[in-house]
C-alpha cells in the first residue's frame, strides 16, 4: 500500500523547491544561466508554434 503524501502548504513546497535547487547548483548539477536560456528558447518556440 503507498505511503500517504504529507500535506504541504504552498510556502512549504515552494521552500522545498528552493533547496533542493540550491542543492543541485551546489553540486554543479544545475546551471542557472543555461536553464534560463533553454526555458527562453522553449518558450520562443512554443510562441512561434502558436502553443
Do not use: H, I, S, Y
Amino acid at each position: 500500500m503507498p505511503k500517504k503524501q504529507k500535506k504541504e502548504t504552498p510556502e512549504e513546497q515552494a521552500a522545498r523547491f528552493r533547496e533542493e535547487v540550491r542543492k543541485l547548483v551546489d553540486a554543479g548539477e544545475l546551471n542557472p544561466t543555461e536553464a534560463d536560456a533553454a526555458f527562453e528558447n522553449l518558450m520562443g518556440r512554443l510562441r512561434r508554434e502558436g502553443g
